[in-house]
Nanobody, 120 residues
Framework: VQLQASGGGLAQAGNSLTLSCAAS????????MGWYRQDPGKERELVAT????????YSDSVKGRFTISRHNAENTTVTLHMNSLKLEDTAKYYC??????????????WGKGTLVTVSS
C-alpha cells in the first residue's frame, strides 16, 4: 500500500493550504484516514481524522480552521483544507490510513510526509 501526499509548501500566516493523500496498492477497503504532523524534536501529533462513514475528529489546535474530507468513489483519498494558518502550524504533515487487503488484517500505513511552512 502506498500513500501519496501532495500539496503543502509555504504560506503566509492567515492564508490557506490544502493537502491531499491518495491510497493505492491492491486495497480492498480503507477504514480511517487522517493527518498527523511532527516538528523536529517533538512527537508526532494527531491533526484530524475521518472514518469511512465521514465522522471527523480534530485536535483542539486546528478545530474551526482545518477541514478534513474524503472523496472519490473508492473512498481512498483524503484532503485537509487548512485555513487561517498560524506560525505554529509549521511542521511535516503525514497521511495515515488503516487499510484492508484481501487476506490481510487491517493495517496502518503512513505516507512519507509533506512539509508545511507558515511565515509571518
Amino acid at each position: 500500500v502506498q500513500l501519496q501526499a501532495s500539496g503543502g509548501g509555504l504560506a503566509q500566516a492567515g492564508n490557506s493550504l490544502t493537502l491531499s493523500c491518495a491510497a493505492s496498492g491492491g486495497i480492498f477497503r480503507v477504514n480511517d484516514m487522517g493527518w498527523y504532523r511532527q516538528d523536529p524534536g517533538k512527537e508526532r501529533e494527531l491533526v484530524a481524522t475521518i472514518t469511512s462513514d465521514g465522522t471527523t475528529y480534530y485536535s483542539d489546535s486546528v478545530k474551526g480552521r482545518f477541514t478534513i474530507s474524503r472523496h472519490n468513489a473508492e473512498n481512498t483519498t483524503v484532503t485537509l483544507h487548512m485555513n487561517s494558518l498560524k506560525l505554529e502550524d509549521t511542521a511535516k504533515y503525514y497521511c495515515r490510513a488503516e487499510a484492508l487487503l484481501l487476506g490481510v488484517p487491517p493495517t496502518i500505513y503512513w505516507g512519507k510526509g509533506t512539509l508545511v511552512t507558515v511565515s509571518s
